[in-house]
């Protein structure tokens, strides 16, 4: 009779989390690199998608805007060269058409450096958060920063406690 065991028994074990999917952060880091913003909505967090398409759309302006512009300079720059002076740009000479071309060209550059940023720190984004959606936050575990006074040369020491109640 002591070895038998009935339904009644049986105790739940409360330390183990139910819901862990060990993908979960892949899918999510998956879904932000085929659609930007979709790995947010994947994790619940609808609040992120506009910050992302903001910081990815605003850099992509940036990068069409000054890629025109140097564009612009170019081409008034190669018609300066080949005799013409009927340009938009008439008023200025060689040095500073070339000085424009040279500003733009940076400013494009750095603003393919940040849509290439944003869209890595937005699929970045989406799998720590994934990751940390796992973790159990319950009431029983805290942590508190705690000051309390060293015996031997009465000077404050900062600590931390961690709590666990079972």
């Known amino acids: 009779m002591a070895q038998k065991t009935s339904q009644a028994e049986v105790t739940k074990d409360t330390l183990k989390s139910i819901d862990i999917d060990p993908l979960t952060p892949a899918k999510a880091a998956f879904y932000s690199a085929v659609l930007p913003g979709l790995g947010q909505a994947y994790n619940k967090k609808y609040w992120k998608i506009p910050l992302v398409y903001g910081a990815i759309g605003t850099s992509l302006y940036f990068y069409i805007d000054s890629n025109k512009k140097y564009h612009q300079f170019r081409d008034a720059y190669k ?14 000479d060689d040095s500073r058409l070339i000085a424009g071309q040279k500003f733009y060209q ?5 603003s393919s450096l940040f849509v290439i940023g944003f869209y890595v720190l937005n699929i970045i984004d989406a799998n720590v958060d994934a990751a940390l959606m796992q973790f159990n936050v319950d009431d029983r575990l805290s942590v508190k920063p705690t000051l309390y006074q060293n015996d031997l040369n009465l000077k404050t020491n900062v600590g931390l406690s961690l709590n666990f109640n079972f």
């Open 106 to 110: 940076r400013n494009r550059d750095l």
């Open 79 to 92: 018609r300066r060269l080949e005799g013409y002076t009927d340009d938009n740009f008439s008023y200025l």
